[in-house]
């Protein structure tokens, strides 16, 4: 009885594929890729979700990953980026999920994800998953349904679960567009009082996130799509090999379509991070004015109640000669120009809108 690989606990699926078809009895990625490498014929997916460092090190010495690819496997937070080993071509790409609040007051966070690792060679390809949202089953249940589409061997992996990724995004921020509108419709519609600045300052924060994954990506896949301008295009002659053999045209032009989905994404990204900074400022406008307001209001009721506090102090004073608190009238006139000179006071602050 063979004896399962090592690191087999992070496997999630491996299988050989030959022509676009499964082939049964290959869940052990080491005699999988043995059988590949024998046979001369299909490929070897292996899907592996959060490996320790030891079962990717396992997986590595297996199908000769370079020590700098098992690095950036094991520890996530990597940038998005696509980056060349001894000819096999890694890429990284971030997931996004679009998490829906009841209430923007509410909300803590907008946007939620995680990562996805491809490595691909002519005989194998490798996902390396990490966090939330990266699930891969239905990109390859997807494909094993159209072996025609799996038949263009691991660059028909890497543009699905790369068109997949690109999916999501969109999803992402169709979504954000009502939550971006009905902020615009907040902060210039409602009053000050009701105005919660923090919340515009969160979608801010979940924009800039989702900017950080989709914007690199443009790059990368710029590469897999043949544009000249691309960073490493000069390295494209030598690696065709690495993207679909003599079907390398056609998976272009796949690649170039995923990259046309991802020029939008980025386009509605920096349209709403745009608008949001316009928001903040609009927001931040509005309470300076308020604060103002109210510190008018202040003055000005300090203003009026300065005037009776100013003149019942004056006869508040312990003086032995004030002739005017002889006389019979002395209280109601000082009470009528208290009154006199707060209601002109009052009408004169009215007048300049303080009160």
């Known amino acids: 009885m063979r004896s399962p690989s090592p690191g087999s606990s992070a496997v999630v699926d491996c299988a050989v594929y030959v022509d676009g078809i499964r082939q049964p009895g290959h869940d052990d990625y080491t005699a999988a890729y043995r059988h590949v490498r024998d046979t001369g014929e299909g490929f070897v997916w292996l899907g592996l979700l959060a490996p320790t ?3 990717m090190t396992a997986v590595a010495e297996v199908f000769g990953l370079h020590h700098l690819v098992v690095e950036d496997l094991v520890h996530a937070h990597q ?20 998490v829906d609040n009841d209430s923007l007051d509410r909300a803590n966070d907008v946007v939620d994800g995680g990562e996805i690792m491809v490595i691909s060679s002519k005989d194998f390809v490798i996902t390396v998953r990490h966090g939330d949202h990266t699930a891969l089953a239905g990109v390859r249940a997807a494909l094993e349904a159209r072996p025609t589409a799996l038949a263009y061997g691991p660059a028909a992996v890497v543009h699905n679960i790369a068109d997949h990724v690109v999916d999501t995004y969109v999803e992402v921020v169709e979504a954000m567009q009502s939550d971006v509108d009905d902020l615009e419709e907040r902060v210039f519609a409602v009053s000050t009082a009701d105005l919660d600045i923090d919340v515009v300052y969160l979608f801010k924060r979940e924009v800039l996130e989702l900017r950080r ?25 030598h690696h065709s090999d690495l993207i679909g053999g003599h079907r390398e045209e ?7 379509d995923v ?9 509605m990204v920096n349209e709403y991070d745009e608008r949001l900074s316009s928001l903040l400022q609009a927001a931040a406008t509005k309470v300076n004015i308020q604060q103002s307001t109210d510190m008018r209001k202040i003055s000005s009721w300090a203003a009026l109640a300065a005037v009776p506090t100013m003149i019942a102090g004056i006869y508040g ?6 002739p005017e608190l002889d006389w019979d009238f002395s209280y109601p006139v000082i009470l009528l120009i208290m009154g006199s000179v707060c209601f002109l006071l009052w009408r004169t602050l009215h007048r300049h809108k303080w009160l």
């Open 53 to 55: 460092e030891d079962q």
């Open 79 to 98: 940038r998005p980026k696509l980056e060349l080993y001894d000819g096999v071509v890694f890429l990284v790409l971030r997931s996004m999920h679009y």
């Open 213 to 237: 994954a989709v914007v690199p990506l443009s790059g990368p896949l710029a590469w897999l799509s043949g544009h000249q301008h691309a960073p490493l295009a000069r390295h494209i002659e």
């Open 250 to 256: 056609e998976i272009r032009r796949h690649f170039r």
């Open 259 to 267: 990259a046309d989905h991802l020029s939008t994404v980025i386009d």
């Open 317 to 322: 004073m312990n003086f032995e000669f004030m």
